[in-house]
Each structure stands twice: as structure tokens, then as C-alpha cells.
């Protein structure tokens, strides 16, 4: 069974940055792509980006795309996302999934990942 760890989570001002890691052990040969998705207080769990897992290519939520960068590294069965220029509207839990071509989670989650940002 495939669990999924996230990490690299903490306070931070806005402005800032921050890496998380999402550790995959399980079997990722049928996997076609990993995303990350977050839930702010109040809302429903969204979309922020997502990669390819064989070819690399990427997509990411209007809100984030010119400061999130997704990348995984097949190797280390390890998605990641570097956020930068974070802003208080990103404060949440982060939480990382396998997802089909209709970015439909496939898996159980993980317990996340705090993200806080202070203005």
C-alpha cells in the first residue's frame, strides 16, 4: 500500500520561501502524475500544481504559477514544491497526491503538511 509523507512545512513572513517534499513508498509505476493540493481554513481542499511523472511537464493553479515550482525526482520516489514569494493567502495544509489526467486524487492522504505565513 502506497503511503505518502509531506514535509518541509513551518512559519514563514510573506515574502519568503519554502520548500516541501513528498516522500512516496509504494510502488509509482503506474503513476502518471503527482500534484499538490492545500486547504485553507473555511474552504475545500484545491489544486496547486501538478507533474508528469515520466515526462516532467508541469501545471499549476492561475494563483501560484509564476512563484510555485513543482518537480519530482523519479529516483528518489520524491515530488516537491518550491514556494516562493509566499503570501499570507497561501497559509494552509499542504497535502501531496498521485492524480489522473483529471487531477482526481488516487490515493489515501497523507497528514500533510502545515504551511503559515505571516504578513
Known amino acids: 500500500q502506497v503511503q505518502l509523507v509531506e514535509s518541509g512545512g513551518g512559519l514563514v513572513q510573506a515574502g519568503g520561501s519554502l520548500r516541501l517534499s513528498c516522500a512516496i513508498s509504494?510502488?509509482?509505476?503506474?503513476?502518471?502524475?503527482m500534484a499538490w493540493f492545500r486547504q485553507i481554513p473555511g474552504k475545500d481542499r484545491e489544486f496547486v500544481a501538478r507533474?508528469?511523472?515520466?515526462?516532467?511537464?508541469?501545471r499549476y493553479t492561475d494563483s501560484v504559477k509564476t512563484r510555485f515550482t513543482i518537480s519530482r525526482d523519479n529516483a528518489k520516489n520524491t515530488a516537491y514544491l518550491q514556494m516562493n514569494r509566499l503570501k499570507p493567502e497561501d497559509t494552509g495544509v499542504y497535502y501531496c497526491?498521485?492524480?489522473?489526467?483529471?487531477?482526481?486524487?488516487?490515493?489515501?492522504w497523507g497528514q500533510g503538511t502545515q504551511v503559515t505565513v505571516s504578513p
Open positions: 507533474v508528469l511523472w515520466k515526462y516532467g511537464s508541469t
Open positions: 497526491n498521485a492524480v489522473d489526467s483529471s487531477l482526481t486524487p488516487l490515493w489515501s
Open positions: 509504494g510502488p509509482t509505476d503506474t503513476v502518471n502524475g
